[in-house]
Nanobody
Framework: QVHLVESGGGLVQAGGSLRLSCAASALIGSSTTMGWFRQTPGKEREFVAAISSIGSSTYYTDSVKGRFTISRDNAKNTMYLQMSTLKPEDTAVYYC?????????????????????WGQGTQVTVSS
């Protein structure tokens, strides 16, 4: 199994920035896709972003394009989500996810059921 730990969440004013980190307990560089989901109470879990095994391809939900950037450092077994120009509607618990699937990630990453490992989540709150 892979253990994932998120960090970097917090409270920020609208228009501000945060960087989330996800540390993995095992090697993430070999044939894995990593990503982020978010969830607000009373709302279904929403795909945010994903990145391919070596970082060559990235995918974003439309609402965060141009504002969020996903990246990974396989040597450190760590993934990041740089969030800029934050909006109140970005408020949610953000979850780090890893899948043993790789390739053609844009065709399946939006389905929560296709991700194998989930972190505990980190709270991001954006105030008006």
């Amino acid at each position: 199994q892979v253990h994932l730990v998120e960090s970097g969440g917090g409270l920020v004013q609208a228009g501000g920035s945060l960087r989330l980190s996800c540390a993995a307990s095992a090697l993430i560089g070999s044939s894995t896709t990593m990503g982020w989901f978010r969830q607000t109470p009373g709302k279904e879990r929403e795909f945010v972003a994903a990145i391919s095994s070596i970082g060559s391809s990235t995918y974003y939900t439309d609402s965060v394009k141009g504002r969020f950037t996903i990246s990974r450092d396989n040597a450190k077994n760590t993934m990041y989500l740089q969030m800029s120009t934050l909006k109140p509607e970005d408020t949610a618990v953000y979850y780090c996810v890893v899948s043993s699937r790789y390739g053609y990630a844009g065709t399946w990453t939006g389905n929560p059921g296709l991700w194998n490992y989930w972190g505990q989540g980190t709270q991001v709150t954006v105030s008006s």
